[in-house]
């Protein structure tokens, strides 16, 4: 068995060559996607890797230092920002082909992402809808009634216990007087 010959070097395209070796090097939106969240991640962990180098650097403010390690520093930093110029010219790359996968798509208004809305719902299920929101609207005023009122004992629980304390104390006082 004999592996096909590649197209290049002045021989003719191959049966390899056509719809098939480019329906490989297309990739999906949602890998593209991923790919992005990835890039975003790489990005988000070399500026804190920088950031991280910045604060052990210190400024060349006339104290002796040695240059070996600040060389060495500044080795890194630089390889650092030009591996973040990279991974956002990367992540414009992959944003720029997500755009362009998605732009013959047809956008759908927000409305019909919502799971309760149907075209074809019939009116019942709307008046079902309502008064679940109405019962639930009720339900939490009635909550927040009760939680006010119990907020309202606990007040008055509370200036209870002060003043018995403030009782009691006044009859420890008395009868320490008395003795």
Same mark, same amino acid.
């Given at each position: 068995? #004999?592996?096909?010959?590649?197209? @290049?070097?002045?021989?003719?395209?191959?049966?390899? #060559?056509?719809?098939?070796? !480019?329906?490989? %090097?297309?990739? =999906?939106?949602?890998?593209?996607c991923r790919i992005g969240q990835e890039t975003v991640q790489d990005i988000v962990f070399r500026t804190?890797?920088?950031? !991280?180098?910045? +604060? =052990?650097?210190?400024l060349p403010n006339g104290v002796t230092y040695h240059t070996g390690t600040y060389q060495d520093r500044?080795?890194?930093? !630089?390889?650092?920002? %030009?591996?973040?110029?990279?991974?956002? +010219?990367?992540?414009?790359?992959?944003?720029?082909?997500?755009?362009?996968?998605?732009? @013959?798509?047809?956008?759908?208004?927000?409305?019909?992402?919502?799971?309760?809305?149907?075209?074809? @719902?019939?009116?019942?299920?709307?008046? @079902?809808?309502? #008064?679940?929101?109405?019962?639930?609207?009720?339900? %939490? +005023?009635?909550?927040?009634?009760?939680?006010?009122?119990?907020?309202?004992?606990? !007040?008055?629980?509370?200036?209870?216990?002060?003043?018995?304390? =403030?009782?009691?104390?006044?009859? =420890?006082?008395?009868?320490?007087?008395?003795?």
């Amino acid at each position: 068995m #004999s592996t096909p010959p590649l197209a @290049g070097a002045g021989m003719p395209p191959g049966p390899f #060559s056509g719809p098939q070796s !480019q329906a490989a %090097r297309e990739v =999906n939106t949602a890998s593209l996607c991923r790919i992005g969240q990835e890039t975003v991640q790489d990005i988000v962990f070399r500026t804190m890797e920088i950031f !991280q180098l910045l +604060r =052990n650097m210190q400024l060349p403010n006339g104290v002796t230092y040695h240059t070996g390690t600040y060389q060495d520093r500044l080795g890194k930093l !630089q390889e650092h920002l %030009r591996q973040l110029s990279i991974l956002f +010219r990367k992540l414009r790359l992959v944003y720029d082909k997500c755009n362009e996968n998605c732009a @013959g798509l047809d956008p759908i208004p927000i409305e019909q992402l919502i799971p309760y809305v149907e075209e074809d @719902g019939s009116k019942h299920d709307d008046r @079902g809808a309502a #008064s679940q929101l109405l019962f639930a609207s009720e339900e %939490r +005023r009635e909550i927040m009634e009760v939680n006010k009122k119990l907020k309202q004992k606990n !007040q008055q629980l509370k200036q209870i216990m002060d003043q018995l304390r =403030n009782l009691i104390w006044d009859i =420890n006082s008395m009868l320490a007087m008395r003795n």
